[in-house]
């Protein structure tokens, strides 16, 4: 494919939607870390944050052009030095990562000349390594991937990457993971009686797990989740029980959506809302625009979600179709989880909006995404780097 069929081969309206929502997610990291309300220590710690932002979108830019310019089945031929990669990291950030001030290490913090310190989150990049890798295992092995052996491996595959990002106590990265992989197994042709007895079997452990949360001294469940985690499910679970400290992020959260209207308190005029910039940024863009904004930013995601699964639906071949299909669900899932989050409708936890929230790795592995799912769409000849035909 020359350049200038590739450049006419694009989908410009999926390109133009991604970059609208990062480049409305700068300007929203901007306002949530220096808005009148924004307390000064917000301003003074991360009042920067919207520079480092607008310079992983500019270099996450050209990741998703580049990718998106390579065949995507010549980067699936190396999943298993993917798969391998993808373990190496994520083992690494657990002995030489940063610290994140909890005690967790979840980053490779990298000096930049007149930025500071930059950190690099590898479970962000698993998200699309375990994409790449199930992708194309399971259509190498589409004709017996459905017996029991084979998917006690591949079940074995996506549990020592979930283990080891649930090390780093990361939470909404595992459950992220989790579904990508669910998603692409059931698209990759999961037979409907292996699905009837894996929900057979869910429903008792949910069930379980839904009772012992109940209990004041949990059974088993604190032995898997940190005590800030099981506080967080809890508060969900029975607000009016909880102490009044534990509810503030929520709170704040809620008057700010709930105060808005249609249009909202105008831009940098919203009731501040911890974590404005990141886990709760739906909140602020609501509080700022109201009805109509939310409506707006959900609508241009939810054009990204459908042409992710038009383009799986469109796949000349079954990896391209399953790589599509969990970029489809992992976009689905995150937003569906943020917006819960901000609307008190589940429990909080650190889940960003996609390509809105603040987050260099989120917008970097994004982006990568993105530019498989454009590959994808792409017209299928010879001439791309790497390209075979």
């Known amino acids: 494919m020359t350049w200038r069929e590739y450049?006419?081969?694009?989908?410009?309206?999926?390109?133009?939607?991604?970059?609208?929502?990062?480049?409305?997610?700068?300007?929203?990291?901007?306002?949530?870390?220096?808005?009148?309300?924004?307390?000064?220590?917000?301003t003074r710690r991360d009042g920067g944050l919207w520079i480092n932002q607008l310079m992983f979108l500019a270099t996450g830019t050209v990741m998703?052009?580049?990718?998106?310019r390579v065949d995507y089945r010549w980067i699936s031929k190396f999943y298993l030095y993917t798969y391998a990669l993808m373990i190496i990291l994520l083992v690494l950030v657990l002995i030489v990562g940063g610290d994140d001030g909890t005690g967790t290490a979840r980053w490779f913090r990298i000096d930049l000349p007149g930025i500071g310190s930059v950190g690099i989150q590898p479970s962000e990049f698993a998200k699309i390594f375990i994409m790449i890798f199930l992708a194309k295992l399971l259509d190498v092995k589409q004709e017996r991937f459905n017996f029991i052996g084979w998917l006690a491996v591949i079940g074995a595959a996506v549990a020592l990457p979930l283990f080891l990002v649930?090390?780093?106590?990361?939470?909404?990265?595992?459950?992220?993971?989790?579904?990508?992989?669910?998603?692409?197994?059931?698209?990759?042709?999961?037979?409907?009686?292996?699905?009837?007895?894996?929900?057979?079997?869910?429903?008792?452990?949910?069930?379980?797990?839904?009772?012992?949360?109940?209990?004041?001294?949990?059974?088993?469940?604190?032995?898997?989740?940190?005590?800030?985690?099981?506080?967080?499910?809890?508060?969900?679970?029975?607000?009016?029980?909880?102490?009044?400290?534990?509810?503030?992020q929520l709170e704040g959260s809620l008057y700010a959506i709930g105060t808005a209207g249609l249009t909202g308190h105008g831009f940098m005029q919203h009731p501040h809302v911890a974590l404005g910039h990141n886990d709760f940024i739906f909140s602020i863009i609501a509080?700022?625009?109201?009805?109509?904004?939310?409506?707006?930013?959900?609508?241009?995601?939810?054009?990204?979600?459908?042409?992710?699964?038009?383009?799986?639906?469109?796949a000349e071949d079954?990896?391209?179709?399953?790589?599509?299909?969990?970029?489809?669900?992992?976009?689905?899932?995150?937003?569906?989880?943020?917006?819960?989050?901000?609307?008190?409708?589940?429990?909080?936890?650190?889940?960003?909006?996609?390509?809105?929230?603040?987050?260099?790795?989120?917008?970097?592995?994004?982006?990568?995404?993105?530019?498989?799912?454009?590959?994808?769409?792409?017209?299928?000849?010879?001439?791309?780097?790497?390209?075979?035909?």
């Open 318 to 389: 079954r990896t391209g179709r399953l790589i599509a299909a969990g970029t489809a669900g992992m976009l689905m899932f995150e937003t569906f989880v943020h917006v819960g989050v901000g609307t008190g409708l589940l429990p909080v936890t650190g889940m960003p909006l996609p390509f809105i929230s603040s987050g260099g790795s989120m917008i970097w592995g994004h982006m990568i995404a993105m530019g498989l799912v454009l590959n994808i769409a792409l017209p299928r000849k010879k001439g791309m780097f790497g390209g075979s035909g």
């Open 7 to 42: 450049f006419r081969s694009l989908d410009y309206v999926l390109i133009l939607a991604v970059l609208a929502l990062s480049a409305f997610g700068v300007v929203m990291i901007y306002s949530a870390t220096h808005a009148v309300n924004t307390p000064l220590f917000v």
């Open 287 to 314: 509080a700022q625009f109201g009805f109509v904004g939310a409506a707006v930013l959900l609508g241009v995601l939810v054009v990204v979600i459908v042409k992710c699964i038009l383009i799986a639906l469109r």
């Open 64 to 68: 998703m052009l580049f990718v998106s």
């Open 166 to 248: 649930m090390q780093q106590n990361a939470l909404s990265a595992t459950l992220v993971i989790t579904v990508i992989s669910l998603v692409i197994i059931f698209v990759g042709g999961l037979y409907y009686r292996t699905i009837i007895i894996g929900v057979g079997a869910a429903v008792p452990i949910g069930l379980a797990i839904w009772f012992d949360l109940q209990r004041t001294a949990p059974l088993f469940m604190h032995r898997i989740l940190q005590p800030y985690q099981l506080l967080r499910i809890r508060t969900a679970l029975d607000p009016y029980a909880a102490h009044p400290d534990d509810l503030w």
